[in-house]
């Protein structure tokens, strides 16, 4: 990718864990609402999301987005996840396909599918000798409005591939954390995602050509019920941690 | 059901289709933001289906929900399908939730999955012979603005049903019209659903027992693309019309 690449809420979590990885490898053009807190690679636009001229104007000349802005509270309320994460990202989206960009990565978010996890199914479903498997292809069973607003993002993105022939990739971000994963929690275990592995995942929807594409986003942890092979196959995604065998 | 039924957007063409059959059989409840054009069985209540504490008082001592109101436009635009669609249909569940409702038909469309039909798939896909079919366990994937607002409304009936134990079921309901199927019109013939149909389908969904279903709303057309085993199975659905068959 060598045209320019928006990402958009530059100063989240995620955006952090690409940026320290990645800043030298694209020509970055970051966009939040807030200016950042420290030196950022490339060109910073302060704009919000919802606001369509400001998102179109930063989308010019730019050949991918990665899109990570909204609120990203699990237990965040109706009104701003309505506004934020499904109105925010339709904006997004359809910025990008009249702005002619080629491909768009989303980040949804492990709460879109939260509600698999009954009573009945855990803790068993975080241990690595527990047959359950979620791969993608499963509708979308939210444990909150956070959730239900990601899986809307998808469905957006869904139309906006078939509609404008834009391509897709939608990235259900399992627990990210610096360093080392989630200790004395089987569950963030069975779900983290590695800094180095988060911005190989999103250099990977960079860099590879697909068309939709839903995947987990998660290291390769022997503990899992999020499957990875979709992200190998279509995205040639290589994770190189495991929560299993981290040292501190 | 023997407690009062609230039907939402009771004077829309679904409405309409459910009301001229089962006046009689049901304590109605009918909610539309316009008053009536003509008489119309039960109560009526004039609120938009945005405002909370309308739709709350509406919702008192109810048993169950068939929720059609909406904006029913293919085109609409983005506007007013997050508004009256997306946001509606969350305020509706959130107010059967809190108001102890059982049960909730959710009126969402063969839009919602429209854009299964690729130029590649059509028009064999509308014939008899063609074995392409949807079940309600595929992935959404909507041709329109109005068919992601559908989807999203399936999305938070699976939450409300998850987190509050509704009974929730989506109908996606197909191609309603009166006396007869749509005339040389293959699409339309594949997802007729007939009035007679519509009324026992949803009058199914005030009778039967379920937790969380996705159905197609057809008739037992030759012509399908959809299959109606799962309304079968689940709601005991068992149409009497097929576009086929019918005699003007």
Redesign the interface.
Same mark, same amino acid.
């Given at each position: 990718m060598d045209a320019p690449v928006l990402l958009t809420g530059s100063e989240g979590r995620v955006g952090r864990a690409i940026l320290d990885r990645l800043a030298a490898e694209y020509d970055w053009r970051l966009l939040d609402r807030e200016p950042p807190a420290e030196e950022r690679p490339g060109e910073f636009v302060i704009a919000d999301i919802t606001d369509y001229d400001e998102v179109r104007e930063a989308m010019e000349g730019v050949g991918a987005v990665i899109h990570l802005a909204g609120d990203p509270r699990p237990e965040a309320p109706?009104d701003s996840v309505?506004r934020n994460n +499904? @109105?925010g990202t339709?904006t997004v989206m359809?910025a990008a396909v009249d702005a002619g960009v080629e491909k768009f990565a989303f980040a949804s978010s492990n709460h879109a599918v939260g *509600?698999y996890e009954t009573e009945a199914r855990t803790p068993e479903i975080y241990r690595p000798d527990d047959e359950f498997l979620l791969d993608g !292809?499963e =509708? %979308?069973? %939210?444990?909150?409005?956070y959730?239900?607003s990601k *899986? !809307?993002g998808e !469905? =957006?993105g869904?139309?906006f591939h @078939?509609?404008h022939d834009l391509s897709v990739v939608c990235v259900r971000v399992g627990n990210l954390t610096e360093g080392h994963p989630p200790e004395d929690y089987e569950r963030g275990q069975a779900m983290w995602l590695s800094h180095r592995d988060c911005a190989h995942l999103f250099e990977c929807c960079l860099e590879a050509e697909y068309d939709y594409e +839903?995947v987990y986003g998660i290291s390769d942890n022997d503990r899992k019920y999020y499957s990875i092979e979709r992200a190998r196959e279509a995205l040639g995604y290589d994770p190189q941690d495991n929560s299993a065998e981290h040292d501190d």
């Open positions: 109706w309505l +499904i @109105d339709h359809e *509600a !292809t =509708l %979308p069973r %939210p444990g909150n409005r959730g239900v *899986a !809307t !469905t =957006l869904r139309f @078939d509609e +839903i």
